[in-house]
């Protein structure tokens, strides 16, 4: 019996119900700073004189302080990079501000974002590598065959059906390139492992990094 004919819609379903999976992998380590850190670690960003003032003029005239973008950020420097931090919600006094390496906070703060930069590339590369393989498939048989039990087991209850008929002797797609093949399949089922066991949201700060080589 022919295994289910793969059209727009149920490629984009699936693609989705991994995707729920693989993205959550980036909130495996929660942001160093607590949401009761601020707004004193945003004086910490600035110098020492003008933070006295601005700690004055924010407790007696707040509308004459600068106020930071809807999502407040600032900066952290290793000595190849900078890591751009994004916090939703806190305040800051003025975006793109950057963290002193003498601050005391200073080392952690780039651990995280060194390492939520690291698994963001991780998350990406594993959604590329998924949605090329379901985009080369036209069947759920042919997705079944090519990936492994280890890794439909990740797919939602709900989505589980679509698998669980398909047949096992339906082709490998043509189209679809082998170079490196087994070592991205190793690193899917990594990404998704860890996916499965972290939170659905980040714990505390919801934050996230981007990198720029110096």
């Known amino acids: 019996m022919p295994t289910l004919r793969l059209g727009d819609n149920e490629k984009s379903e699936i693609r989705s119900a991994f995707k729920r999976v693989i993205y959550r992998a980036k909130n495996n380590v929660p942001f160093p700073?607590?949401?009761?850190?601020?707004?004193?670690?945003g004086y910490d960003l600035l110098e020492p004189r003008i933070a006295k003032?601005?700690?004055?003029l924010r407790d007696e005239a707040e509308f004459l302080t600068k106020a930071s973008a809807w999502?407040?950020?600032f900066n952290v420097r290793s000595a190849t990079d900078e890591y751009n931090i994004s916090l939703p919600r806190m305040t800051l006094p003025s975006d793109n501000l950057l963290l002193p390496e003498t601050h005391h906070r200073h080392a952690e703060i780039l651990e995280w974002a060194i390492g939520y930069d690291r698994m963001n590339d991780r998350v990406r590369a594993a959604q590329s590598f998924?949605?090329?393989?379901?985009?080369?498939?036209?069947?759920?048989?042919?997705?079944?065959?090519?990936l492994s039990d280890d890794i439909l087991r990740f797919v939602p209850d709900y989505m589980q059906h679509t698998f669980k008929d398909?047949?096992?002797?339906?082709?490998?797609?043509?189209?679809?390139?082998?170079?490196?093949?087994a070592e991205s399949i190793v690193e899917l089922t990594d990404v998704l492992a860890l996916g499965t066991l972290s939170?659905?949201?980040m714990v505390g700060i919801d934050a996230s990094a981007n990198r720029t080589p110096i």
């Open 33 to 41: 700073l607590q949401e009761h850190d601020f707004p004193e670690f």
């Open 166 to 181: 398909a047949e096992r002797k339906s082709r490998i797609p043509a189209s679809l390139g082998m170079d490196g093949f």
């Open 130 to 146: 998924l949605n090329n393989i379901v985009e080369c498939c036209s069947s759920a048989g042919q997705i079944r065959r090519v």
């Open 53 to 56: 003032h601005y700690e004055f």
């Open 71 to 73: 999502t407040p950020n």
């Open 199 to 201: 939170p659905k949201n």
